[in-house]
Structures are given as C-alpha cells and as structure tokens.
C-alpha cells in the first residue's frame, strides 16, 4: 500500500471518531462510525493474506450490523420523541437497542466472539488501532448517554465481558489472542461502572490505552507472536524484556503498578453504592486475567539471569535501543499509582 493511501485512510480513520465525538445528532454520529468502519478495512486486510481478508470481512460485518442497529434505535426514538440529539434517548426499547448496539461495536460478551478473530488475522499495528482508537468513539456515545442507557443490560453484559475474557485467555499462546480477551475484560470493567460513575469509566479508558500502547509497542519491537517467542526476547533486547514485564503486570491490575489504581476506584464505588456482590464477582474474575499475564511474565523473566556461558548472545553485538522509544509512554503505565488520592470522583 502506498503512503499516500494509507495516510488517506489514517486520516479518514481520525477524522470519522472525532466528528462522532463532536456530534450531538444521532445521524452524525452514524456517519462517523460508518466512516470510520470504512477506512480501518484496507488497513487490517493490507497484507492480502486470506487471515487478513477473512478478519477484514468479520468486522465489516459486526460493525455494519451494529451501525445499522444505532440507526434504527435512533429512528425510534426518533418517532417517539420527536428529537435527534443524542443527549435525549428517552424511549425504553431505544435505549436497551442503542446499548446492544454499542456493545456490538466494542466487542462486549456475549458480542465478542469477533474480536479474537479480527485481531489475530491483523498485525500488532493494526491491532493496536483496533484496541485503542477504535473504541473512542463507541465509548463516547456510551459517556454522551450514562445516565439513559439501560443499566441493566450494560451491568450485566460489564460483569459478563470480564468473565469472559478472564476464562477466555487462559489456554491461548497467541499473543494477539490473549489481547483480545484482556481487552474484553478491560471494557468488562469500564461497562459496569459507566452507569454509577462516568467518570471512571472514562479513568479506566485512560489507563487502559496508556498501558495497552506501550505493551502493544514493546511487542512489535522484538517481533514476539506467541508466548514462545517471549522466552527469546532478553536475548535480542535486554532492556526491552523487563520492561514489557512490568507493562504486563501493569495491564494486569497486580499492585503497586499502575493498572491496579482503575480496578481499586471501581471496586471502591462499588461497595459505596451497596453493590458488594458485583464488586465480589469482578474482583474475582479479574483474578484470571492476572493468572494468564503472570504467566506470560514467567515466560519473560525466565531467561532474563543468563549463564556465564552466554557470552557471545545476540544482544552483545550491538547497543539495544528497541527500548528507547517507550521513554514517554511508560512512566504512566506503570508507576501512575500515587496519583490516586487525585482521581477519585
């Protein structure tokens, strides 16, 4: 693909979440989503390989079926109140539709089932857009109507999502597989609190992306697909091995690191509002999700105490600098957890 194409699309792609974040009416706010389906489909099948075009064709189809479910609630609510703005969803079926339907497009259990797929058949780059960006403009639509969607529906699909992706990663060995299922129990979280606090909900996205990116980016530095590849990382980059540790720790939620301060306030509230089941049954899902990336650690910190007999390893050949760009977004990801006294809501 040339530069040219793909920085039309890049910018198509950026273009179409921030006229759904600007946007107060509902036929906008489809327009951005479409337009924003519409550009990431020739990055992700960019390769020509038939897991890439099979993965392009699984989210065309998710998304097209969850923007044409946003369209018809709209319509809905649109007949029954007489009003476009997304600040008014005030029909019950609307509601419960608009909140299936944004679920869809985040890839909230039960549907999450294209998720793993579409991120294993594309690249790590292309994943990492699929993880990060792709989930702003939803999760805006979601913050723009906390307060009339259906807690119901959203309570029980959050708790749901976080089963899911802890059940969902323990027998993966493809990495991009094991980031799908995180990612579900990360939106797990961030869809049971949305309707009690907003503003943890967006906290969480927060800390979600500024650990998943430099993780995301550590991986596509060592070329690491499967948790046979961390094993070789120390070997070609040194400093590189315990950092991506810490970031997987991090993402997580084990303390002091970063990723446990969202999990901590979440918790918290919880138990504020008398929810103490549902901080129970989340504390204890999140506990597998923490199994699988404190497996994923051992496989990194396995060989990080190399023998005397390993003089002559790759990494001594030439300065290791795969590690230097992560300068900037690593500090956040792993050591933020002393601000947490200046997040609470």
């Keep these: 693909m040339s530069p040219m194409i793909t920085s039309i699309l890049i910018l198509n792609l950026a273009t179409g979440t921030i006229i759904t974040m600007a946007s107060f009416h509902w036929l906008l706010a489809w327009m951005g989503l479409e337009l924003n389906t519409l550009a990431i489909l020739p990055i992700i099948s960019k390769s020509h390989h038939p897991r890439a075009t099979e993965a392009s064709t699984k989210y065309f189809l998710t998304q097209a079926a969850a923007s044409a479910l946003i369209l018809f609630s709209s319509v809905m609510n649109a007949q029954t109140t007489g009003q476009w ?169 084990l303390p002091p690191l970063s990723g446990f301060m969202p999990k901590w306030l979440t918790l918290e509230e919880l138990l504020t509002q008398n929810m103490a089941l549902l901080a129970t049954v989340l504390a204890m899902s999140t506990l597998l999700s923490l199994f699988f990336y404190l497996r994923l650690s051992y496989s990194l910190s396995v060989t990080m105490s190399p023998s005397p007999t390993k003089i002559s390893s790759k990494w001594r050949l030439k300065p290791d600098t795969s590690a230097l760009p992560l300068s900037i977004t690593l500090p956040p990801s792993i050591l933020a957890l002393p601000l947490t006294p200046l997040m609470k809501p």
Excluded: C
């Design 85 to 253: 703005s997304i600040l008014q969803l005030e029909d019950p079926l609307a509601q419960t539709l608009m909140t299936m339907a944004l679920a869809m497009k985040l890839g909230l259990a039960p549907a999450h089932f294209w998720l793993p797929e579409v991120l294993q058949g594309s690249s790590f780059k292309t994943g990492l857009i699929i993880i990060t960006w792709q989930k702003l403009a939803p999760m805006t639509l979601l913050l723009l109507t906390w307060n009339q969607a259906s807690m119901l529906t959203l309570t029980m699909m959050g708790s749901l999502s976080v089963i899911v992706g802890g059940l969902g990663g323990l027998n993966q060995t493809q990495l991009r597989k094991i980031i799908a299922f995180s990612s579900i129990a990360h939106l797990g979280w961030m869809a049971t609190i949305i309707t009690k606090s907003n503003k943890l909900a967006l906290l969480n996205l927060t800390m979600y992306i500024l650990i998943s990116t430099p993780m995301m980016l550590s991986l596509i530095f060592s070329s690491t697909k499967t948790t046979q590849d961390l094993t070789t990382t120390w070997t070609t980059s040194p400093m590189l091995a315990p950092l991506t540790m810490m970031t997987l720790l991090s993402l997580g939620g």
